[in-house]
Nanobody
C-alpha cells in the first residue's frame, strides 16, 4: 500500500487547512485510514481515523469539533478548522487493519505510512 499526502503548510491561529491522502496498491489488506501527527520530542498520536467500509470515525479529544475526516473512494481528507499552535506537527497518513467497534487511534495498529506533511500554526 502506498500513501501519498498533500496539503499542509503554515497558517495563523484560527485558520484552516486541508490534508489529503491517496492510497494505492493492495488496499484490500487494510480497513482503516487515518491521520496521525508527531510534534518534536513528542510521541506520534492519532488525530482522526475512519473505517473504509462502514465509514465509522474516531477523533482525538483535542480535535473534536474542529477536525473532520472524510473518505472519497481511495482518498482520505482531513479538514482542519480553528487551528491552534498546539496543532503544529508533522502529519502522517496511515492505513491499517483492525476489528473493533470503532477504528483505532493507536499508531501501532497501522502498518502503512505516508511520508508526512508539515502543519505549522503560529
Amino acid at each position: 500500500v502506498q500513501l501519498v499526502e498533500s496539503g499542509g503548510g503554515s497558517v495563523q491561529a484560527g485558520g484552516s487547512l486541508r490534508l489529503s491522502c491517496v492510497a494505492s496498491g493492495f488496499t484490500a489488506s487494510t480497513n482503516s485510514l487515518g491521520w496521525f501527527r508527531q510534534a518534536p520530542d513528542k510521541a506520534r498520536e492519532g488525530v482522526a481515523v475512519i473505517y473504509t467500509g462502514r465509514r465509522t470515525t474516531a477523533y482525538a479529544d483535542s480535535v473534536k469539533g474542529r477536525f473532520t475526516i472524510s473518505l472519497d473512494y481511495a482518498a482520505v481528507t482531513l479538514e482542519m478548522n480553528n487551528l491552534k499552535p498546539e496543532d503544529t506537527a508533522m502529519y502522517y497518513c496511515a492505513a491499517g487493519l483492525t476489528f473493533r467497534p470503532a477504528p483505532s487511534l493507536v499508531p501501532a495498529d497501522y502498518s502503512f505510512w505516508g511520508q508526512g506533511t508539515q502543519v505549522t500554526v503560529s
